[in-house]
């Protein structure tokens, strides 16, 4: 009887010591991964220079996602549809890229925010950006129910200024309109940004019409991502006038008459270079703040291959 207890007692001891030993093991492994580069299925290291400004206007179908890194900082611009949030995680992951300093979601519609919800739960986010308004939409929904379980910081309070500026890196950008009032109107309600680099510039208009375009006077800038993909609700001959961009780049899957016949005869006749997303797919735009430098990288970023 009594070797019958030493006996269970030294198993006992022994699945113990095996347990403890097995957590140890586990414990580094999970160091190990955590500290490891990462991985992708389906993207490069493209290898982004970060003592450059580096855009990378992802293509992502009939939707929109833009990626602004400068210096170590980095600003992401929508996010696709909900799948594209998949895709646009992996590159930034592939590209060892951690954390978003800045995400703006420029509107409420689900090709603009979709993705949201995966970048929040994989990513590091420093704080969102978007209009002060609400979407009884069950994606909008899930996603701000997602965003508080992730204790993610929510900024509705920017406000449209040209003497406000916020810092990327060395870049500089401001919010030329915002519009939280348009509730029957979200493309108007978007946040457009104007970004500043050395001696160039670069406006990204989410989907703001044409509305928007006569509210207000704009600057020349070296680039501008094209409003509502292309659309001829946008893009109107007195906004190009005012803003001659010598790179257009426009996000697209070329269905649904975007971009439009007319917008890309304005453009043309404007001397603008045009970049789409359906052709190019992901441009990868570089500048020392001087020159500018356009690269197309044979990536989708909405599930097709």
Known sequence: MKNNTENNKKQNILLVITAIFLILILGIINVISKNKPYESSYYDDIGIDTELLNIIYFNVGQADSTLIANNGFTMLIDTGNGSDGYYITDFLKAQNISKIDYLILTHLDEDHIGGTNKIVQELEIGTIYMPNMESDKKFYIEMMDIINKNNVKVDKSLVAS????????????????????????????????????????????????????????????????????????????????????KFAIISTNGRYGHPSNEVLERLQNQGSEIYRTDKNHTIWLTSNGYDIKINELDYNLDGTR
């Open 162 to 245: 040209d003497e406000l500026e916020y810092s990327l890196g060395k870049a500089t950008w401001k919010v030329l309109n915002i519009n939280s009032n348009n509730v029957n109107n979200t493309n108007d309600s978007s946040i457009v940004i104007e970004l500043a680099y050395n001696d160039t510039k670069y406006l990204f208009m989410g989907d703001a019409t044409t509305n928007v375009e006569g509210s207000r006077k704009w600057n020349n800038v070296n680039v501008l991502k094209v409003g509502h993909h292309g659309s001829d609700s946008s893009t109107s001959q007195s906004f190009l006038e005012q803003t001659n961009p």
